[in-house]
């Protein structure tokens, strides 16, 4: 896969959404729709002291809708605003199950001026799924993310 042309294709849904909402979505199913190892896809925005859970798209819906910033792997990603790569979720006790077959996770902060506006959360159903190169793309989705938040506040 090439990253680069992912990204210019997922820029292009962006601006051409007609509201905040309507692109977010739109990036959350082409991320959940275009690779076998997303398994469930959806972001997460920042309210006050919490995380509240925006669009997504999987096979179920999870019962951590809001999650406080400091729990769980998302809640660890907010409060660093550093991306958060889990291997192997059975081994990290900070791991809040949503599904049982979640593997591994990757949490990916959006972040402007400095400040977490919310983040990006994928599970796999494979143990390691996510590389440095998706670490990378995903850092690179979550930069075009933000500006969306402001129109979707
Ligand atoms: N596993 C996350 C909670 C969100 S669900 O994966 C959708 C966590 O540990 O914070």
């Known amino acids: 896969m090439d990253y680069r042309q992912v ?3 997922i820029k292009e849904t962006i601006d051409a959404a007609r509201t905040g909402e309507e692109a977010a979505a739109t990036v959350i199913d082409y991320l959940h729709d275009h690779f076998d190892h997303h398994s469930w896809v959806g972001i997460y925005w920042v309210r006050g002291q919490d995380l509240v859970l925006g669009p997504w798209k999987g096979p179920q819906a999870t019962e951590h809708t ?3 910033i400091g729990t769980g792997v ?3 990603a907010a409060a660093s605003g550093m991306t958060e790569v889990v291997d192997d979720v059975s081994k990290d006790a900070r791991y809040l199950a949503c599904f049982p077959s979640t593997k591994s996770e990757i949490v990916v902060p959006i972040i402007a001026d400095g400040r977490v506006l919310g983040e990006i959360d994928i599970d796999s159903d494979r143990l390691a799924a996510f590389t440095p190169e998706d670490r990378e793309f995903l850092e690179g989705v979550a ?3 933000a500006p969306v938040r ?3 506040a």
């Open 7 to 9: 990204l210019a294709q």
């Open 74 to 76: 998302c809640g660890a």
């Open 66 to 68: 809001r999650i406080p």
């Open 143 to 145: 930069v075009l993310l």
């Open 150 to 152: 402001g129109r979707s």
